[in-house]
């Protein structure tokens, strides 16, 4: 299938592509667990790891009894159709069960970080109406406790680890069936599913409105279209072990698809290195859901690892090796080349044991694919994962569109890329490169209480999404950055600071990069370092522990980066190239409050808290 392209002057405006399936015109999420029990009510839906880190798989129809249970639950302690529920919680076979039997109390849910502040969760809690929380902790609901007078509407409260998720099951048991089938019954398309809130680089959150509907045109294109992932049975049953908050849109979404596709799925609650590949080893899944932080992570400790074997330039090779493996298959798909050659295909064969089974195994041994979103992966790193036997489908999308807009076609890569709009999806840039986008899954607009509900903010039939954007010849979509983050130098230079920070960041030194510039004489970057790659380098080096203030002035660390950033300046031109650079002594963290969950930059926070290292970089500014 191609995409329909128009062109204005020569250039790509549009592109678009056809729904793979048809519109849902009755039923909603709240129906997924029934229908696996009816079509296969003995095969495993879920797996859940129990106290002693063994994975216990959960057959549909066990699954189905429990969203049942939980939702009659629901409905003994008074919540009636359209209340909402929040949710604040890691990823957790909790938050997904709660997550179905509130659609099948005919609830809306309403997600919460886990690491939101108390300010934040009240600010969820009141614009949203909710009635109910369920948190993960004792200590987060404690944490409520000075804002709870300021939440008339919150009737109950919740908590996993005190087991009240199995209480609700007991209080419902003289609820009949029949009630749940009701509230089920009357739910369509066009019912509110949940109301996600941005978490927001910058200003307060706004709850996104999205429908079933909206989430059933998001899933159902991506099941038809990632069909290796989702369709195909192979001797590895698919099985998909997910990381990400579920408080985001792009694991939530994936999770819902994983059981509308029938793909087994686990959850694992800890984005730490050593945490996830524990859970990585034991679930051993076939495909995941990753940003670029994650895949860039098994790389670099993948390289790190071979450099303490003394096999650091080994390394490097097969990554060259894979990278144009992964470009020459590419070529073929594209019928631009012949693909890989036999004297490649020879010395990809030779390392594959030697470090690109290594890469799988630290990713479970059976992973083959993975959907990677928050941020461009970068052809490099996508074009040495294909090599290594994994292929990466980048997607772009935002809460406003239930995740992905636009995704890479399995037939028809192109590395560097986001892809071609999801099927049923229309993608235009402005004239001022802005995206906008068209279809089914885009939401149906912000919530405002104040308004009476929901307010559309796509009036035209096209959501703005900030963001600014590129498309090829060839309908495939490059993101260039976000339209309030474009910097504008003293000189009049448009710099986006995106595609250089994420082509930073993927130096095993660097942690973070946030680069600097507006309204300033040139451009300059702020630099936190990753805590593992500094080990490995202090091992290597044979420097001893120094603390982190004094570490950022060595003047060998300075000089590695030096390199770092002057290669990244051959990418741009000179009035775009970074100048200066200052290292930080600590870290951007999501509690610090500059980082989002999905690990982006929250600029005017750190701008804030680093006022004083951003007017050095140009305090002794001369003419350059």
Sequence with gaps: MEPEIKRLDGVVREVALPPLVAPMTHGSLADIPFDNEAAAPQEAALSRKGPDGEWTDVTAAEFAAQVQAVAKGLIAEGLVPGDRIAIMARTTYEWTLLDFAAWAAGLVTVPVYPTSSPFQVRWILQDSGAVALATETVAQAAALGPERDRIPDLRHMWVFEKGHVERLAELGQNVPDSEVAVRR???????????????????????????????????????????????????????????????????????????????????????????????????????????????EKVFNTGRATAERMRRGSSFDRAARIAQRYGEALEAR??????????????????????????????????????????????????????????????????????????????????????GWPLPGTRVRIAADGEILLSGAQVFRGYWDPHAGGVVDASPDGWFAT????????????????RKKEILI???????????????????????????????????????????????????????????????????????????????????????????????????????????????????????????????????????Q
Aim: hydrophobic letters at 40%; aromatic letters at 8%; proline letters at 8%.
């Design 185 to 295: 019954g009357v739910l369509g398309p066009d019912t509110l599913a949940t109301l996600i809130y941005t978490s927001g680089t910058t200003g307060r959150p706004k709850g996104c409105a999205i429908t079933h509907g909206n989430f059933f045109a998001e899933i159902d294109n991506a099941i038809e279209l990632l069909y290796p992932i989702f369709r195909a049975r192979t001797q590895d049953a698919p099985s998909m072990l997910l990381f990400l908050p579920l408080s985001h849109v792009f694991g939530r979404m994936v999770a819902v698809a994983c059981l509308r596709a029938r793909v087994k799925l686990g959850h694992s609650p800890s984005l730490q290195t050593q945490d996830l590949l524990a859970d990585l080893g034991s679930f051993k899944p076939t495909f995941l859901l990753a940003i670029p932080y994650v895949l």
């Design 333 to 418: 798909q594209h019928g631009t080349g012949p693909g890989p050659g036999p004297g490649l295909r020879a010395a990809r064969a030779l390392y594959d044991p030697l470090v690109y089974r290594r890469i799988r195994n630290a990713l479970g041994g059976r992973v083959r694919y993975a959907i990677c979103g928050g941020s461009p992966l970068g052809r490099r790193l996508a074009a040495f994962y294909a090599g290594a036997g994994i292929d990466v489908y980048e997607g772009y999308g935002l809460t406003e569109s239930t995740a992905a807009a636009t995704v890479t076609p399995p037939s028809k890569p192109r590395l560097g890329t986001v």
């Design 489 to 623: 130098t003293a000189g009049g230079k448009n710099v986006a600071p995106a595609p250089m920070e994420d082509w930073l960041r993927a130096h095993p030194l660097i942690a973070h990069v946030m680069i600097l510039g507006d309204r300033r004489p040139y451009v300059t970057a702020l630099i936190t370092l990753d805590p593992d790659g500094i080990t490995h380098w202090r091992q290597m080096n044979g420097k001893h522990p120094v603390p982190a203030e004094l570490l950022v002035d060595d003047p060998e660390l300075l000089a590695i980066l030096q390199r770092a950033i002057d290669e990244a300046n051959k990418l741009v031109s000179r009035p775009e190239s970074i100048r200066r650079f200052t290292v930080l002594p600590g870290a951007f963290t999501e509690y610090a409050g500059h980082l989002t969950p999905t690990m982006k930059l929250k600029r005017d926070e750190i701008a804030r808290d680093f006022s004083r290292e951003i007017e050095g970089l140009y305090a002794d500014y001369e003419q």
């Design 466 to 481: 900030g963001d600014i954007g590129e498309l090829d010849d060839g309908g495939y979509l490059s993101i260039t950055g």
